[in-house]
């Protein structure tokens, strides 16, 4: 447990260590590409979320998704990418092969759908590649060039707020 303490104690010094660096983020009117990282401890709807963002225009395969679960079980199979606590190692670094990949990827939308801050999360999306990120207005302001206040419960509102919003300044 005490050990615990100490390894999110590196990753939000790590995390406000890369807050500090300032990102040139550029939103491009065509959409093509979309990063979705979501929080499954707190939002059990991931498929429904994908099918709104699909109905918006954007193709099944334009998506990509990976998803956090506090009780991440190594042996369970999940359908989507899914990762823990263990998939950072004590130097902040992520031992995922899958997550790294999709923090390297130049995502034309980074949708960060989770609404608790969690030290995790916040760190891959500072650390996502993505030209446009989007998220929750509960989450520190300097991590999304965008914020939404809805609930995390109300993706289709979401969805349809946000593909309105980008529309908008095209």
Excluded: C
């Excluded at 395969?61 to 190692?89: C, H, L, M, W």
């Amino acid at each position: 447990m005490f050990l615990n303490y100490i390894k999110e104690f590196f990753v939000k010094k790590s995390l406000k260590n890369s807050l500090h660096i300032a990102k040139n983020e550029v939103f491009t009117s065509n959409i093509q590409t979309i990063g979705l990282l979501i929080d499954e401890s707190e939002f059990h709807y991931s498929k429904e979320l994908i099918k709104e963002l699909t109905l918006q225009g954007i193709t099944p395969e334009g998506i990509k998704v990976v998803a956090y679960r506090d009780k991440f079980k190594q042996k369970e199979t999940y359908s989507i990418p899914t990762f823990g606590k263990k998939s950072i190692n004590w130097k902040a670094e992520i031992t995922e092969d899958f997550l790294n990949e999709f923090i390297e990827t130049e995502f034309d939308l980074l949708i960060s759908y989770y609404d608790i801050e969690k030290s995790i999360l916040m760190m891959i999306t500072s650390k996502s590649k993505a030209k446009f990120k989007v998220g929750f207005s509960s989450i520190d302001k300097s991590l999304n060039r965008w914020m939404m206040n809805t609930t995390i419960e109300d993706y289709k509102l979401f969805a349809t707020e946000l593909f309105k919003y980008l529309k908008s300044i095209k």
